[in-house]
């Protein structure tokens, strides 16, 4: 288990510099979306059942090298040792999917309404309300919890990297009942029109298939080429293969906005306002819960990080879905993507700085 944390905690080339590479990507799909504006919408149109399939061969194989990376023995030790994973769940299914709603409504629906007008048509031909399309991406990000890159953030605050694997694994499995139900309904709440099989649809095909994958083809690399080198030379080729896919997805997405963006840059600030205040909030709530359940600070700062974290490949995928590459909702969700890595950066010094306020702190 130690040999399978220490390769988690090496950040890749693609990782260490997500966020330059996703602003290279950003750049690529506005000039591409200019020189090349059918490109984009000509793959969206292949597509089965309204799922794109160009789109969802990337996001499959966004989802599937987390998926293969989780040791699922390590769910069951976790009841040894429940309040790190029980404070993440309370906090990621009870507080942060309603205080983003409820920070997205405050500043897109109220404070910048009037700097986000104009209304678009999503899939299924219904008319909506920009602003109101920014909220849905913000509410799908706030259901879809951590992702497995929390792992490095927990490891570089030198929290336990057990638990996180462990926290990692059962949000994973608890997206399968909680996330289209509570998505329905809280997209419901924002009057956005939301096809119930297609949500489900997407949770099964985006977190389930790449689930049972990965639980199966980890089994069976491992009987048949050994642990050691499924660690290290299996796991060391899917990082960039999932982060490629994550790049090529943005340059799609963003080639649909090229105009928008240019015109109206602001917008993407705009939408990083709330989900910034949104990841603050949610990790000082569970940061102090831990301190109050007096949790050792190896415990606190991934249960923290854990619940501050956005499961973005997921949100994505879901959003691109439902209301389409080009919707609002889908740029809100690569906003999401956008502000990830700086902002967790940010949170794991914070972690640092403030070790000292825990009892029997071990590093």
Known sequence: MDHIIHEERRLSFFEKYL???????????????????????????????????????????????????????????????????????????CIKPFTMLAIAWLFLGIFFKGWLPGVEIIKGGAQVELFRSYIAG?????????????????????????????????????ML???????????????????????????????????????????????????????EKFLRYLTPVSISALLLTLVLLFSFKGELIINQPQVIL???????IQTCIIFAITYIAAKRLKLSYRDAAPSALVGAS???????????????????????TVVGVLIEVPVMLLLVRVCLRTRNLFDKVRL
């Open 19 to 93: 966020t330059g590479w996703v602003i290279l990507c950003i750049g690529v799909g506005i000039i591409l979306g200019k020189l090349f504006p059918q490109v984009a919408v000509r793959l969206d149109q292949i597509s089965i059942y309204q799922v794109s399939v160009p789109i969802a061969i990337c996001l499959f194989f966004m989802m599937y090298p987390i998926m293969v990376k989780i040791d699922f023995s390590e769910v069951i030790k976790a009841g040894k040792t429940p309040k790190p994973v029980i404070l993440t769940l309370i906090v990621n299914w």
């Open 138 to 174: 913000c509410i799908l990000l706030g259901i879809a919890p951590c992702t497995a890159m929390v792992l490095i953030w927990g490891h570089l605050a030198r929290g336990n990297d057990g638990h996180t694997l462990v926290m990692v694994a059962i949000n994973s499995l608890t």
């Open 177 to 231: 009942f909680l996330y289209a139900p509570l998505g329905g309904w809280l997209l419901g709440i924002n009057k956005m029109p939301i096809p119930w099989q297609t949500i489900v649809l997407s949770v099964i095909i985006y977190v389930g298939l790449p689930l049972l994958l990965g639980y199966y083809s980890r089994k069976w690399l491992i009987a048949r080429k050994g642990l050691k080198w499924f660690e």
């Open 270 to 276: 705009l939408i990083a306002v709330p989900l910034f």
């Open 310 to 332: 956005n499961h973005f490949e997921v949100a994505i995928a879901t959003s691109t879905i439902l209301f389409g590459l080009s919707s609002g909702a889908s740029l809100a």
